[in-house]
């Protein structure tokens, strides 16, 4: 009888050598399977599988390469799983040695000592998320910063790039300096002399936020009422679109012309220019036989730096300040945003891009600088009138008095609007180093291919429409200078006429 103690040590060893080829095998998974083992107990084979059970192998099945341990009486038989047949009988005796001998305990072993390199591939994860987290927060920060500095960029830089950029296109037709003409046609009507023939229809065409000023081109219309021409007030909705303007004019000068017989000479005031542009624009066809001139007077043909740099999208607070814009214009006074955003810059080349002026049609272009002097913050600027009833006043003496009511006394409503423009014509000067009216730049007014008129007067945008509250008789006024315009655009008329 062989020694226990000796079998027990043998047996240890063995399984030690075994645990740690188990363990190589369970790191290299590179390898298909690991070897089973056939163990000799005094002449009975017990076959030690891969899935750590044991079963009876007869002994013919054995491997001949047998491995001897110091004597021990039970030997060691390797092979590859492969090799071994599946189908083999197992003893049911040693179905409690298979569950004695099952390698579970191993396993629990080997994942406590796993425990480890577990911890340091949940805590490797766990660092790549959190820098991955990192970098995609750092790119997200660098983004903002990034946008905030492009609309730093894009609101400091206003409209410096679009100004004047008809000027700098070079498919651009050239214009002409007519201020010399001007002077001496103003200085005539000045001494009497009016040469302004009634064999035209005269339209005024008003700008935006007509409609809230009553007094909107009412003196030029009387002046030249009384002289006997026919004059009118284009009833459009200044607040609504260049396109809906152009068709209403459309219908209005073809209404005229049909009316009266006569062409139509059109005088367009800031906005109202730009509608009656795009009229003879796009709908050349229909009113290149009614139209005999058109006159700007301080049109932002090739847009404002006002409307752009209120719209711009991309600049700071361009959100907030479109909502403060769209209550205003569209809630308040009930018009279109598109009428501010048609005299944007990117909206007037767009415009200008797909519609061209008629070339047979004389075109002036009459712009002006405001007055930036300290002087003009007390000048007022007469734009309506209200009108307030005079109590019921009872008549005194017989019986047969009654009582009356005197007529009502008119009330001029004065507003400071040439302060407010003094102060944006000093805001462009300083920002962007352009001379303007207020609210149009000189550089944006002169439309291509027409005769440019600068008057020697210091002028702001509201001065030609509105008269000032307290006018001197001495000085010059608006409806002098729209018919030393109108004057001046049918000798162009007349010269095209020779010429062709």
């Not at 005769?451 to 509201?462: C, E, F, G, I, T």
């Not at 429409?465 to 000085?475: A, H, Q, T």
Request: glycine share 6%; aromatic share 10%.
């Amino acid at each position: 009888m062989e020694d226990p103690f000796l079998l027990l040590a043998t047996v240890s060893s063995y399984i030690a050598q075994q645990f740690i080829q188990f363990i190589e095998d369970l790191i290299c998974r590179e390898i298909p399977g690991w070897s089973e083992y056939l163990v000799d107990f005094g002449g009975l084979l017990v076959n030690f599988t891969s899935d750590g059970g044991c079963r009876t192998v007869p002994e013919a099945c054995s491997f001949p390469s047998r491995v001897s341990d110091t004597g021990a009486s039970f030997r060691f038989h390797t092979r590859r799983s492969s090799n071994l047949n599946d189908n083999l009988p197992v003893n049911s005796i040693l179905e409690i040695v298979r569950s004695t001998l099952s390698y579970g305990g191993f396993r629990l072993i080997f994942e406590g000592l796993m425990l480890p390199v577990y911890g340091l591939k949940f805590t490797w994860k766990l660092t790549l998320a959190s820098w991955r987290c990192f970098i995609s927060h750092i790119r997200y920060a660098l983004v903002r910063v990034q946008s905030i500095i492009s609309r730093v960029r894009k609101t400091l830089r206003g409209s410096s790039d679009d100004i004047g950029w008809l000027q700098q296109a070079p498919e651009m037709a050239p214009v002409v300096d007519g201020s010399a003409r001007f002077r001496e046609l103003l200085q005539d009507i000045r001494n009497g002399q009016h040469t302004l023939p009634d064999s035209f229809v005269y339209l005024l065409i008003p700008g935006f936020f007509s409609n809230h000023g009553p007094l909107y081109f009412v003196s030029t219309k009387k002046f030249f009422s009384k002289m006997g021409l026919t004059c009118h007030i284009a009833k459009i909705h200044s607040e609504a679109s260049v396109e809906q303007n152009a068709w209403e004019l459309k219908q209005y000068i073809e209404e005229l012309h049909w009316g009266s017989g006569k062409h139509v000479m059109l005088l367009g005031h800031s906005k109202g220019g730009v509608d009656a542009a795009a009229a003879l624009s796009k709908y050349c066809h229909d009113l290149k036989d009614k139209v005999a001139g058109l006159a700007f007077l301080q049109s932002p043909y090739g847009g404002t730096p006002v409307a752009s740099d209120i719209l711009r999208d991309g600049q700071i607070a361009d959100k907030e300040t479109r909502r403060i814009m769209e209550f205003l214009i569209c809630k308040l006074i009930k018009g279109d945003i598109r009428a501010l955003e048609d005299l944007t810059y990117e909206k007037r080349k767009e415009f200008i891009k797909n519609h061209k002026l008629p070339d047979d049609i004389p075109l002036i272009s009459f712009h002006s600088e405001a007055s930036i002097a300290l002087n003009v913050i007390a000048t007022m600027s007469h734009i309506a009138h209200a009108e307030l009833p005079w109590l019921p006043l009872h008549g005194f003496g017989d019986d047969d008095s009654e009582s009356f009511i005197k007529a009502g006394c008119k009330v001029p409503v004065i507003v400071p609007v040439s302060a407010a423009l003094a102060l944006c014509a000093l805001h462009l000067q300083l920002r962007y180093g352009e001379k303007s009216d207020g609210l149009v730049t000189c550089r944006d007014a002169e439309v291509p291919g027409s005769v440019v008129v600068k008057p020697d007067m210091k002028l702001d945008h509201a001065w030609m429409v509105y008269s000032s509250w307290r006018k001197d008789p001495n000085e010059l006024e608006a409806s002098e200078m729209c018919e030393a315009l109108l004057t001046m655009l049918v000798e162009l008329g007349k010269k095209r006429k020779k010429l062709c």
